[in-house]
C-alpha cells in the first residue's frame, strides 16, 4: 500500500525557516518524481514544486522561487522542502503527491498519491 | 502562465442527476504526443486531494465510471452521470502541460 506521511509543520517566524519531509512507502521511491501543493486556509490547491525521480530536475511555482527547495533522499524514500524566508502568505496546509511518472521524458502530471497534509502557519 | 478557469464555482446537485463541470484554460494542453494533459482531482471533505481523471479523459484507478472527462485544446468538462451523496467536495481542474503547474479555482458541488 502507498503511503506519504508529511511531518515538520508548526509555527515559524516571518523570515524564519522550516522544513518538511515526506516519508514514502510502498513502492520505488526513487523511480517517481514527487510534488509539493500547498492550500491556504479555506482556499484552492497551488502547486509549489515538482523533483524528478533522479533529483536533477526541479520546478517551483514562482511564489516560492528562490526562498524554498525541494530536495530528494532515495536511500531514505524521504523527500524534503526547505522552507526559508517564511512569509505570512506561506501558512497553509502542504501534500506531498507523487507521480507515476520519472522525469520529463514520461511527464503527464497525474499526481497519484497523497500524503495526508501538513500545516505550517507563519506569524509572529 | 497557463491560467486555468473553471464553472460553475458552485454547483448544488439533486442526488441521481448529472451534474457538468466545464474548465478553460488560457492555452492550449495539447502536447506534442497529441494527448490534452489535463488533469481532474476530488477533494472531499477534511481529505486530501484524489485524482479522478488525467490525460483529459482517462479514469484514475478505482474511480467510478459514472466520471467521465471530455474536451480538447483549451476546454474541458467533467460529467458525473448520476451523482452520488459520496460525490460532495470540491473539485479542481490542473494543467501538468508547463510549470508552473496550475490548478484552477474549485468547484465545490453540493447535495440539494
Not at chain 1, 514544486?49 to 514562482?62: E, K, N, P, Q, V
Request: charged share 15%.
Amino acid at each position: 500500500e502507498v503511503q506519504l506521511l508529511e511531518s515538520g509543520g508548526g509555527l515559524g517566524q516571518p523570515g524564519g525557516s522550516l522544513r518538511l519531509s515526506c516519508a514514502a512507502s510502498g513502492f520505488t521511491f526513487s523511480s517517481y518524481a514527487m510534488t509539493w501543493v500547498r492550500q491556504a486556509p479555506g482556499k484552492g490547491l497551488e502547486w509549489v514544486s515538482t523533483l524528478s525521480a533522479s533529483g536533477g530536475t526541479t520546478y517551483y511555482a514562482d511564489s516560492v522561487k528562490g526562498r524554498f527547495t525541494t530536495s530528494r533522499d532515495n536511500s531514505k524514500n524521504t523527500l524534503f522542502l526547505q522552507m526559508n524566508s517564511l512569509r505570512a502568505e506561506d501558512t497553509a496546509v502542504y501534500y506531498c503527491a507523487k507521480a507515476p511518472s520519472s522525469d520529463n521524458s514520461n511527464w503527464y502530471g497525474a499526481f497519484d498519491y497523497w500524503g495526508q497534509g501538513t500545516l505550517v502557519t507563519v506569524s509572529s | 502562465d497557463i491560467v486555468m478557469t473553471q464553472s460553475p464555482l458552485s454547483l448544488p446537485v439533486t442526488p441521481g442527476e448529472p451534474a457538468s463541470i466545464s474548465c478553460r484554460s488560457s492555452q492550449s494542453l495539447l502536447h506534442r504526443n497529441g494527448k490534452n494533459y489535463l488533469d481532474w482531482y476530488l477533494q472531499k471533505p477534511g481529505q486530501s486531494p484524489q485524482l479522478l481523471i488525467f490525460l483529459g479523459s482517462v479514469r484514475a484507478s478505482g474511480v467510478p465510471d459514472r466520471f467521465s472527462g471530455s474536451g480538447s485544446g483549451t476546454e474541458f468538462t467533467l460529467k458525473i452521470s448520476r451523482v452520488e451523496a459520496e460525490d460532495v467536495g470540491v473539485y479542481y481542474c490542473m494543467q501538468p502541460l508547463q510549470p508552473p503547474y496550475t490548478f484552477g479555482q474549485g468547484t465545490k458541488l453540493e447535495i440539494k
